[in-house]
């Protein structure tokens, strides 16, 4: 009977012995499994799947596993609970300040200076421009976002709207400053859309993390901060490419048997000084079923 991965039925077959080849996935050390595949790994999902093809991979599943919680989220894990866990944290997170709902449902907004944010603010007193903010508002009103995100780079982008009455905006995480010096100037003469330049971050360590939005100044009549939506999205350090988007068009258990055949053709098994190569992996197959 297959294992269930995803949208697949993945058939376990068992890395049987090959005489042209000289070994199996199994005389691997699990520790090279580990160096060779983690770059190719891309967290759970396709973790089940490799282990799920390969009866003979499953000596190296705790390798792999711990591998996978220090390689993508800087963490110890001890099992597949744990980085499934980790696995689970969104690619991309967002705050629609347009919607009091929105905000409350996350529960992950909280004022830690100033008046509390109040729901709905016409933005420059139309109507069509709804925001939630601190009211009244104060230079140093600060209020605080928590949010889970993965270990890698990320963009950030920040939008609202510009008034006679807005002030200037300090974006940190975890302590570390993200805007200029001088802040995201939030001013103009008449009311009207703005977004802030694009960011890029890098987080360390996956779990739950703070952004810490802080009103410092003004050039205008007040020290409003009228904000549409705060989005954060992960990013291949390599490609530019939205994670997310790139995730929606793979193919985990396909990936997972590319995986393997790239590691058989890179890999020499020291007692017998041999290499497995691409064409020497007919004993080795993955037989999906589109449910």
């Keep these: 009977m297959g294992n269930l991965v995803g949208s697949r039925q993945l058939r376990r077959i068992d890395c049987l012995d090959h005489s042209e080849s000289g070994g199996t996935f199994s005389d691997v050390p699990a520790s090279l499994w580990a160096q060779y595949l983690i770059g190719h ?104 976002v928590s949010m889970k995100m993965r270990r890698g780079l990320h963009s950030v982008s920040l939008s609202g709207w510009r008034n006679p009455h807005h002030g200037v905006l300090a974006l940190s995480l975890d302590g570390e400053m993200l805007t200029p010096p001088e802040g995201f100037d939030w001013y103009s003469d008449n009311t009207e859309p703005h977004t802030c330049p694009p960011m890029l971050v890098w987080v360390e360590r996956s779990g739950v993390h703070e952004w810490r939005f802080e009103t410092v100044d003004t050039r205008g009549l007040d020290y409003w901060m009228c904000l549409e939506r705060f989005q954060v999205a992960a990013v291949d350090s390599r490609t530019g490419e939205l994670v997310a988007r790139r995730d929606s068009s793979r193919k985990s258990g396909s990936f997972a048997a590319a995986a393997v055949l790239m590691l058989g053709s890179v890999l020499s098994f020291p007692h017998r000084q041999t290499r497995l190569r691409p064409g020497q992996m007919g004993f080795w197959r993955l037989e999906e079923t589109l449910r």
């Design 41 to 144: 790994l891309d967290g759970g999902a396709d973790l089940v799947a490799l282990l799920a093809t390969c009866s003979a991979c499953s000596t190296a599943a705790p390798a792999l596993i711990h591998a996978c919680g220090e390689s993508l989220h800087a963490f110890t894990v001890s099992s597949m609970r744990q980085l499934a866990g980790l696995c689970a944290i969104p690619w991309e997170s967002e705050v629609d300040f347009t919607s009091e709902a929105a905000l409350l449902e996350k529960g992950g907004l909280q004022t830690l200076r100033g008046s509390r944010m109040q729901h709905p603010i016409y933005v420059g007193t139309e109507r069509d421009k709804i925001t939630t903010a601190s009211n009244p508002p104060a230079k140093g009103d600060v209020f605080l």
